[in-house]
């Protein structure tokens, strides 16, 4: 009682929750949620989205990992569904932002399913990093290409050294057998191909 006190657990508080739907939670639950910041607010928002079965365990994992009504309700606008909570939990934890799916956007790349967007993430593949290798002529690479070619090493540091070697418009595929097989073999694979 007294944590619950501290907390600020009053039984307005209470009596909200229940009216949501949220009944015979333990006190260490109400407490946790008062912690973390699941109001009866955050949760009316949530259900106005169609969240309506959330447990209190997942509220609360939504809102330490960011994950808000604005939030929820401008990935849903942009992917024309609802996705799952734990989608957009996943999303927030790689920091898959909208702003960074405007970015993406913005350079093409509009068609984009949440499990990409993380898997760019992870990767570091960045509106940044695909400005930079479009400034030197690889634009409107398939983004399973940039994935690959992050993976493997293949950035603008490597098209700049062999510019400086004489060699240009390397297709991406030899890029990355570059990196893989070093940039001595790949350069001999790729004049041999050359000359066929």
């Known amino acids: 009682l007294v944590e619950m006190r501290i907390h600020g657990i009053t039984p307005e508080f209470i009596e909200r929750l229940v009216a949501l ?16 910041g699941v109001s009866p607010d955050f949760i009316e928002q949530l259900q106005a989205l169609g969240y309506d079965d959330l447990s209190a365990t997942r509220l609360v994992e939504m809102r330490i990992h960011g994950v808000d009504p604005d939030s929820v309700r401008g ?9 799952p909570v734990a989608r957009l939990v996943e999303m927030s934890i790689h920091g898959v932002s909208l702003e960074l ?35 030197l002529g690889y634009s409107g690479v398939p983004v399973r290409r940039l994935i690959e070619m992050r993976i493997h090493g293949v950035g603008p540091g490597l098209v700049r050294e062999l510019a400086e070697r004489g060699v240009t418009d390397v ?16 350069l001999q694979k790729y004049h041999r191909d050359s000359r066929r």
């Open 21 to 36: 739907g949220y009944d015979e939670l333990p006190a260490q639950r109400l407490v946790e949620m008062r912690i973390h």
């Open 75 to 83: 990935f849903n606008e942009m992917m024309g569904h609802r996705l």
């Open 101 to 135: 799916v405007r970015e993406l956007e913005a350079l093409g790349y509009d068609t984009l399913d949440p499990r990409r967007l993380v898997e760019m993430r992870i990767h570091g593949v960045s509106p940044r990093f695909i400005r930079a290798m479009a400034e």
């Open 171 to 186: 297709p991406v595929e030899t890029l990355i057998d570059m990196r893989i097989h070093g940039i001595e073999h790949g």
